[in-house]
T-cell receptor, first 114, second 112 residues
Framework: GAGVSQTPSNKVTEKGKYVELRCDPI?????LYWYRQSLGQGPEFLIY????????DSGLPNDRFFAVRPEGSVSTLKIQRTERGDSAVYLC????????????FGPGTRLTVT | AQSVAQPEDQVNVAEGNPLTVKCTYS??????LFWYVQYPNRGLQFLLK??????LVKGSYGFEAEFNKSQTSFHLKKPSALVSDSALYFC??????????FGAGTRLAVHP
């Protein structure tokens, strides 16, 4: 079956601009996660949705970052007033839920802020 | 606070030899432990997990991992390495929460 998909695969934007990153999870997966991976590091948790609601947003670095999942399926990560330090690969994952469930990751969106 | 340590940036092994990629963790409560592999330009792929029960967990592609509670370790192993196993490996823990805490990763290089 289809895995997690993310669009765009690459995004180059200028400092100060607004960007949206999209994640389409595996059908039937109620849990959706966003992570950020900087070069040479492991993924860092940003936010977790259970259904439509954000169950844990403790990893969002500041209020320029926001994510939604209005219908409990597709999610959008939104970054306002982008900064060069936001450059990273943004990963989305989905699962059936629960801390013991394995998460399935998409290929990521590489964001470059110039 | 939960944390994961992968003490080796890179592991080199000859094809056909056994391999071990090390991972230690710190978590309050019962740990849920995972290994993922990342190939170039591809997403993270799930290899195996430990939840409870048998300390030796078997996963995809012939990999296994041994959970050791006293040493708080969850080392990844394979009896005979393949060149195609060369990739970046990540250990992760959830510790009862839904988010994964990842280590920094270990690059495995298998030489012919």
């Amino acid at each position: 079956g289809a895995g997690v998909s993310q669009t765009p695969s690459n995004k180059v934007t200028e400092k100060g601009k607004y960007v949206e990153l999209r994640c389409d999870p595996i059908s039937g997966h109620t849990a959706l996660y966003w992570y950020r991976q900087s070069l040479g590091q492991g993924p860092e948790f940003l936010i977790y949705f259970q259904g439509t609601g954000a169950a844990d947003d403790s990893g969002l670095p500041n209020d320029r970052f926001f994510a939604v999942r209005p219908e409990g399926s597709v999610s959008t990560l939104k970054i306002q007033r982008t900064e060069r330090g936001d450059s990273a690969v943004y990963l989305c994952a989905s699962s059936l839920g629960g801390p013991a469930g394995e998460q399935y990751f998409g290929p990521g969106t590489r964001l470059t802020v110039t | 606070a939960q944390s994961v340590a992968q003490p080796e940036d890179q592991v080199n092994v000859a094809e056909g030899n056994p391999l071990t990629v090390k991972c230690t963790y710190s978590v309050s409560g019962n740990p849920y432990l995972f290994w993922y592999v990342q190939y170039p330009n591809r997403g993270l792929q799930f290899l195996l997990k430990y939840i409870t029960g048998d300390n030796l967990v078997k996963g995809s592609y012939g990999f296994e991992a041994e959970f050791n509670k006293s040493q708080t370790s969850f080392h990844l192993k394979k009896p005979s390495a393949l060149v195609s196993d060369s990739a970046l490996y990540f250990c992760a823990v959830s510790g009862g929460y839904n988010k994964l805490i990842f280590g920094a990763g270990t690059r495995l290089a298998v030489h012919p």
